[in-house]
């Protein structure tokens, strides 16, 4: 009876949850969601468990980028010397003035309107928009940045700059670039409150207010975000936490877990586990499952050979799987994703790099029940009765949500504390290098292209 009780306000409290995000926007009106039952047959096994590639690199095509066209547009002296007054402030925003060159553009200022002036002031203008729209950081030194913004797309320069020369509203325009989370904002108050010399606490609020604008300025009205060095996971309604789940990130290294901006598809329970080949075969476990049934069963594995003599093995549902009792979905080239563990125990350190890039979450479950309540319009019931039917059961979303993998060093903790967290990954040096360094100009390059690891092992 107690059991009863317990799950009865479990699931009243993930409703309740799901309902608070559900009016953040209305759901999609599409079809009920399709749930998959566990293959079967071995037609079944083959069509949906595919042999993947294991833990490997993908190459990235060569682009060469190219430098971006900053359009020139006429520019009235008051126009010209709102911009300047603005680019005199601009290290409020976390920016360097002497990136804009107000010295040249004050100096044509003072010698009248000209084609000279144009020029210079759309220039400053566009590099303005560039840094505050997409970040300072140059594309090199943002180490596995892979989350592509897509601010420069929505928000062109061309069309701020006919906007601010139309409304001659040239700071509002600016302004209007600035990220929308509060943690921006936080950061801002703060470098505004640290003394000039304190210098090394400026270059890192600094450099962490530039990372806000690598990211989407507007992330959505409901969307998941974890900063990798907090070991933190929240769900977030228009910017405020409802939920947050303790994580276990990537090693340091090569299973270091990359910077992503991906969407919610699925969420599966009771999931299986395609063992990658440096498991299978290069730790031996295939042959360990073939010549020991018993241990085999007993751990839930079993064994397949492809007709290119390839054995793979896949772990079945159940508790000791290594993904746990949930996986959500969200397609990447990288093969990271959410995911339950069975070993709890790693939730309790308080450094919690210890994946092969994929992230374990705590108290997956429930996420994955509300995110089946949220983006497939299930019955907390419902739900409820799959997550623990230990049969593979996939529920696709038909209402998706963002999932931000982010990197910060300084923000916002869970409790609303500015706070700094350690460079797990030594990802801020070459941020903090890049700020010393001149500006760089802006190229068509909008992520890393550094190798792409599948990272598919959770162990």
Same mark, same amino acid.
């Given at each position: ?45 083959? @069509?949906?468990?595919?042999?993947? @590639? ?96 897509? %601010? ?16 001659? %509203? ?23 409150? /640290?003394?000039?010399? @304190? ?21 959505? %009205? ?5 900063? #990798?060095?907090?070991? =933190? ?10 939920? /947050? ?21 699925? #969420? +599966? ?45 896949? =772990? ?64 907390? %019931? ?15 979303? /038909?209402?998706?949500?963002? +999932? ?40 068509? =390059? ?14």
């Amino acid at each position: 009876m107690k059991t009863g009780i317990t799950m009865h306000l479990r699931l009243g409290s993930i409703a309740a949850l799901a309902t608070v995000a559900l009016a953040a926007g209305p759901l999609a009106a599409q079809e009920a969601p399709r749930i998959e039952p566990q293959p079967t047959s071995s037609a079944e096994f083959d @069509a949906a468990f595919p042999a993947p @590639a294991g833990e490997a690199t993908e190459s990235v095509p060569v682009i060469q980028p190219v430098p971006l066209a900053e359009p020139e547009m006429e520019w009235p002296l008051g126009e010209a010397q709102a911009l300047l007054s603005y680019i005199e402030q601009v290290g409020t925003e976390g920016l360097i003035p002497g990136d804009y060159e107000p010295a040249k553009l004050r100096e044509l200022i003072a010698a009248g309107e000209s084609p000279q002036l144009s020029e210079a002031a759309s220039k400053s203008f566009s590099w303005l928009v560039e840094d505050l729209r997409d970040g300072r950081t140059p594309m090199d030194a943002r180490v596995q940045w892979f989350a592509v913004d897509p %601010d420069r797309d929505l928000l062109r320069t061309e069309t701020l700059m006919r906007a601010a020369l139309g409304e001659s %509203d040239v700071a509002t325009v600016l302004n209007s670039l600035a990220p929308t989370h509060p943690d921006y904002a936080a950061l801002k108050a703060k470098l505004a409150a /640290t003394p000039k010399t @304190a210098k090394k606490e400026r270059a890192l609020i600094r450099a962490n207010m530039d990372r806000w604008r690598w990211l989407a300025r507007d992330m959505g %009205d409901v969307y998941l975000i974890t900063n #990798v060095p907090e070991f =933190q996971l929240r769900l977030t309604v228009k910017d405020k936490i409802i939920r /947050t789940y303790k994580t276990v990130v990537g090693k340091p290294g090569r299973t270091a877990t990359p910077q992503l901006a991906e969407t919610v598809t699925a #969420v +599966v329970f009771n999931p299986t586990w395609t063992v990658p080949q440096s498991i299978s075969v290069g730790e031996g476990l295939a042959a360990k499952v073939r010549s020991n049934p018993g241990w085999a069963k007993a751990n839930g594995y079993t064994a397949r050979t492809g007709e290119d003599g390839t054995t793979w093995v896949v =772990q079945q549902p159940g508790p000791g799987n290594a993904l746990g009792l949930m996986k959500i979905d969200m397609p990447n080239p990288h093969a990271i994703y959410l995911h339950d563990t069975p070993s709890k125990q790693f939730f309790d350190h308080d450094v919690r790099a210890y994946s092969h890039g994929c992230i374990r979450t705590e108290r997956a479950v429930e996420l994955g029940m509300t995110m089946a309540i949220l983006g497939a319009k299930m019955p907390a %019931d419902e739900a409820a009765a799959i997550s623990v039917s230990r049969e593979y059961t996939k529920v696709p979303m /038909t209402r998706t949500f963002p +999932v931000y993998i982010t990197y910060f060093t300084m923000g916002q903790d869970i409790d609303g504390e500015l706070r700094a967290f350690d460079d797990i990954y030594g990802r801020d040096k070459p941020v903090l290098a890049s700020f010393e360094a001149p500006r760089k100009l802006k190229t068509s =390059q909008r992520k890393s292209d550094e190798e792409i690891i599948k990272l598919d092992n959770p162990l």
